[in-house]
């Protein structure tokens, strides 16, 4: 791993090398098989609705964006048939979380998701949720090595034949107030 890496909160200068990094991201899941993201989500509205929100972090080596995530409270309409086990306070929901194909495998998901912990004690969320296609078995894997519980299944019409079901994960912290 390279010594000088931050995560930060984007801005509008960062938005052009955001939109490189998720399409690169895009085509290398494409690559895969795994057609869970193109050019609807993510994309450039998305990542302008975040920034400005101070909802978008990325993870930066050096002054190259190599990972992002979206944090919120924000939950897909299709996630309410999902029995989620966590009942009380509230829940923070990390979106599109990626690592740059040329910097997987090195452990910046790992810091990128410490932090998205992080953040959520520090802002006292009762837990995290997340959904996951049910076919990316490196995130499923990821997840699941995270401490996080799947809770359901969602089907996203709006996704291409074959690729519609993902599988939503909580992680409930044992906040005792």
């Known amino acids: 791993m390279q ?20 399409k690169a991201c895009i085509n290398d899941l494409n690559d895969k098989g795994l ?10 509205e998305f990542f302008l609705k975040w920034i400005n929100n101070k909802e978008l972090y990325i993870l930066m080596t050096e002054s190259k964006i190599i990972g992002a995530v979206a944090l ?20 923070l929901v990390i979106h599109a979380l990626a690592i740059h194909p040329d910097f997987q495998n090195n452990g910046y998901g790992k810091i ?32 699941k ?13 709006f996704k291409p034949k074959g690729h519609q079901c993902y599988f939503c994960f909580e992680k409930i912290f044992d906040n005792k107030e």
Not at 4 to 9: C, E, P, T, V
Not at 35 to 44: A, I, K, M, V
Not at 120 to 129: F, H, L, M, S, V
Not at 145 to 157: L, N, Q, S
């Open 3 to 22: 010594s000088k890496i931050k995560i930060i909160l984007a801005t509008e200068k960062h938005l052009e090398s955001i939109d490189e990094m998720y």
């Open 35 to 44: 057609l869970q993201w193109d050019e609807t989500y993510p994309n450039r």
């Open 72 to 91: 919120n409270e924000e939950q897909a309409p299709e996630w309410n048939s999902v029995k989620w086990k966590n009942k009380k306070g509230r829940d």
């Open 112 to 143: 990128i998701y410490n932090f998205c912990e992080d953040f959520a004690i520090k802002n006292t969320y009762n837990g995290i949720r997340l959904d996951a296609f049910s076919e990316n078995k490196n995130a499923l894997e990821f997840y």
């Open 145 to 157: 090595r995270k401490g996080f519980e799947k809770t359901g299944e969602v089907y996203f019409t």
